[in-house]
């Protein structure tokens, strides 16, 4: 691949550059700086409505959600554009993490599934950042087994009923609409009975409980249906064939987190180059240097495999499986990095001064994050069945209830 911008990228990169730097919120601009996973709140401001603002000014601009098509409020862009325009928002582009999973998951999934007047409809306002939306997959008995969900859907008339629950609903305490996979018939194998389904996330019955978590924030929801009516224009694909349209999302899902996901190298690194230890800077110490090397390489390997994801994108294809490794690589290292930063400072982590707390704060904030990465988008060890069966091709898990009627497989316990 070559890296060098063409006479068009460079063209768009201009242009670009001279925009955001004639627009951007500045007065956020070093907190932004100095935002990382885990801790992302700006001092005296709302985040959600500064993103909102600076999303709703990118799309006035023809700046928001480059590559969508015009008439579904992007740009028409290359995915190289997409690229470019990422490098240059910098810090700025922090504020997009509130959008990524409708811009990055219910907006494909709708653009492949949804009617054209639906598109039409909602799509503008979600690349707007007028709107946010979140995805229901997750439930408490399923786990990473998104196939074993038990939130289901009645036809009745025009309409749909859905009762269930959905947990580690990610932005739901402040979506506006969401789309939700269900069973529709738990007589067949457990991948053959969903439909996908958008709705309000304000309809009547419909009941959001934030979670807290390790670090005080609340980002995931627990989210309760009770017969919540659906109207059939909201299916996405075909009754009974949710699954497909879920592997839409779920590509489009590991491709957006392993992309979008801090490894914290390039803040160790930073820190290391300040850090004095008893014998003197970190930077200089063989075995510090030794650790930064190795993820000095795997920051570059997340880099160019995302970079190669990019340019399958941009012939047209769906994004793939191989996806799958920036999501597991990302997850793991950001901790394997938040703890050894936290090492590095002992006990002084906690007695030093304002300055060196900020910085141990934001390792802490890394490493209590941390664990939600793993397991968002598919934990670790589904992130290695994928790779290893779809990518390198290896025999598959043994999947015992894989052919089973759903209501026939035991839900407690032996069979």
Avoid at 247 to 261: F, K, P, W
Avoid at 349 to 364: H, I
Wanted: hydrophobic share 40%; proline share 5%.
């Amino acid at each position: 691949m070559n890296f060098d911008d063409t006479p068009q990228e460079a063209a768009f990169r201009a242009e670009a550059k001279a925009w955001i730097a004639a627009n951007a919120p500045k007065q956020y601009e070093e907190e932004l700086r100095k935002t990382s996973l885990g801790r992302s709140g700006l001092k005296g401001a709302d985040i959600l409505q500064v993103a909102k603002a600076w999303q709703k000014k990118k799309a006035d601009a023809g700046w928001a959600c480059l590559h969508w098509p015009k008439e579904y409020g992007g740009r028409g862009s290359s995915p190289i554009e997409r690229v470019i325009w990422q490098q240059e928002e910098g810090p700025f582009g922090k504020l997009s993490g509130i959008f990524i999973i409708g811009h990055g998951m219910c907006g494909p999934t709708m653009m492949a599934f949804a009617g054209e007047e639906e598109k039409r409809k909602y799509l503008p306002p979600l690349a707007s950042g007028e709107k946010v939306w979140c995805q229901l997959f997750s439930e408490p008995a399923g786990g990473s087994d998104v196939a074993g969900l038990r939130t289901r859907a009645e036809k009745k008339g025009d309409d749909w009923i859905i009762n269930g629950q959905k947990i580690w609903t990610s932005g739901a305490h402040y979506s506006d609409y969401g789309i939700l996979l269900t069973r529709t018939d738990p007589n067949v194998a457990k991948h053959k009975g969903l439909t996908m389904f958008f709705l309000d996330m304000k309809s009547p019955g419909v009941e959001v409980r934030p979670i807290k978590q390790a670090s005080g924030h609340s980002d995931f929801n627990e989210v309760y249906f009770t017969d919540v009516k659906i109207p059939d224009s909201q299916r996405l694909g075909a009754v009974n064939d949710g699954w497909n349209v879920s592997l839409t999302t779920l590509m489009n899902e590991r491709m957006s987190i392993g992309a979008g996901v801090s490894t914290g190298f390039p803040e160790l690194f930073e820190f290391c180059n300040s850090l004095m230890l008893d014998d003197g800077p970190a930077i200089e110490d063989r075995n510090v240097r030794s650790k930064l090397a190795n993820w000095a390489v795997k920051a570059s390997g997340l880099k160019y495999t995302s970079m190669r994801a990019i340019s399958a994108l941009s012939k047209g294809d769906r994004p793939g499986p191989e996806n799958s490794i920036g999501k597991l690589v990302a997850g793991s290292m950001i901790q394997e990095v938040a703890m050894y930063a936290l090492d590095l400072q002992g006990a002084a982590g906690a007695l030093s001064g304002p300055e060196d707390a900020e910085v141990a704060g934001k390792f802490q904030a890394m490493l209590l994050r941390a664990p939600g990465t793993r397991v968002e988008g598919g934990t670790d060890e589904i992130m290695r069945n994928i790779i290893a069966e779809r990518v390198l091709g290896l025999p598959g898990d043994i999947r015992v209830d894989k052919d089973v009627p759903f209501n026939k497989i035991p839900t407690k316990g032996r069979a």
